[in-house]
């Protein structure tokens, strides 16, 4: 029997990656069944969607905003109106199968200190768990068009960027706690203009408004709305030096060169961006030391 599957994937971009190996799976698992994705209120992810043809169609719900899944209040609020859009979804579509997916229900200051198995499990494994299907192949990629690109070699054009030096950063996590200090940008700035390089910093609008401060006023930025003018712009760049952020899982779904920077052991095991070119650093705020890293990363 044909099923109509509904994933309810209410992640950031780099989760929303990572659970794409398991959504490939269980599309394998039900051949014949009908598979949409339900997302953030977000155009970024019918972006990140349009080009993956495993879902047949993709929803919104009524959040705007990437829930607190590691927040004791998140019961109380989000998750009553996740659970009001799944009954809407279900009603107006028929969906036959529903799978909610939550990452780590507990806040990561407490789960990082418990050294738990499941909370060191790789996001790609767990969500497959959740699932129920098992992945020959952890790792995802992103593909973007021809318009995608052209306004991407006119973004460098205009700011006089060559690919062949050029090296995109982001340094603003999803939390203070995953994004690095204006004293830490302004040295790799200055470290990476040093050896020679041009950089172009990623941004989101909330992101850069937060951290604008911290930049140099000459760096370009890059904060389109279409995140697939972002992955062409990543595309790029000879390489990457990223937090752990949706940007970093954008490079490494394009199969780029990253240094993705993680703030504690844990973070890197279970959300470590997945590709060929891409090495971990567990940064101690020891400034010098990861600048010697990131020429070492760069050689």
Not at 3 to 10: A, D, S
Request: aromatic content about 10%; charged content about 20%; proline content about 4%.
């Amino acid at each position: 029997m044909a099923e109509k599957i509904l994933v309810v994937l209410l992640h950031g971009i780099g989760d929303s990656l990572m659970a794409q190996p398991a959504l490939h799976a269980l599309k394998k698992k039900y051949p014949d069944s009908s598979l949409t994705i339900m997302t953030i209120k977000n155009n970024v992810f019918k972006d990140l969607w349009s080009m993956d043809k495993t879902a047949d169609e993709v929803l919104f719900s009524s959040l705007e905003h990437n829930p607190s899944y590691g927040n004791p209040l998140f019961w109380i609020g989000d998750y009553w109106t996740i659970r009001r859009d799944i009954r809407r979804a279900v009603k107006a579509h028929g969906f036959t199968r529903v799978y909610f997916v939550k990452m780590f229900l507990m806040s990561a200051k407490i789960y990082s200190f418990l050294h738990l198995p499941r909370y060191e499990e790789h996001k790609t494994l767990k969500i497959a768990r959740e699932l129920d299907v098992v992945l020959s192949d952890q790792r995802y990629s992103l593909a973007y068009h021809n318009d995608d690109r052209m306004w991407a070699k006119t973004f460098l054009s205009e700011r006089k960027l060559d690919p062949d030096v050029l090296i995109g950063i982001h340094t603003s996590g999803s939390h203070p706690s995953k994004s690095l200090s204006a004293e830490t940008i302004k040295s790799l700035v200055e470290t990476l203009r040093s050896l020679g390089y041009q950089i172009v910093v990623f941004h989101s609008a909330s992101s850069y408004e937060r951290d604008k401060k911290s930049l140099p006023p000459d760096v370009p930025v890059c904060m389109p709305d279409s995140l697939l003018h972002t992955a062409a712009v990543v595309d790029q760049c000879k390489a990457l030096i990223c937090v752990d952020s949706g940007i970093g899982h954008l490079a490494a779904a394009l199969n780029k060169k990253v240094l993705s920077i993680y703030f504690k052991n844990v973070w890197m095991k279970n959300s470590l961006a997945l590709g060929d070119h891409i090495v971990p650093y567990l940064y101690t705020k020891n400034i010098p030391r990861l600048l010697e890293y990131v020429q070492s990363f760069l050689q």
